[in-house]
């Protein structure tokens, strides 16, 4: 997705949701934001990184002059009223890609796995 931003316009400027912003829609992210910024600064493609401290971009788009808004598209619809403000919306459609929900689905499932086959060791005779 940022790839595909960066082809939009002439500054590309991400924005990294801060902890306190994603625990106010879902659970807290695994990775602390203070590494999530770092990983974005250290792209290619972004020009300047900021911290996202709020869903409403209200202000920031006025305060950046951002023309082109680039969002997954699992937030589809909810970023529309940024078009009153001449500003463009792509929903951009998230592939196959890396998912911090997956990943966690896929820990607790190996670790589910593992554990039963421990659990179901018999013990030892202790002499």
Known sequence: MIEYARGLGDT???GVS???LVC???RAPIIPFEERIAIIKALKYPDI???QHSLDHTELVKKLNIDVFVVGDDWTGKYDYLK???VTIFYF???KGLSTTNIKK???ERYDE???KIDNQPNPDIK
């Open 24 to 26: 106010s829609y879902k």
């Open 93 to 95: 459609p998230y592939g």
């Open 106 to 108: 896929e820990i607790v």
């Open 114 to 116: 593992i554990k039963g």
């Open 18 to 20: 801060t902890d306190e």
């Open 12 to 14: 590309l400027i991400v």
């Open 49 to 51: 990184v900021i911290p």
């Open 84 to 86: 009153e403000l001449g």
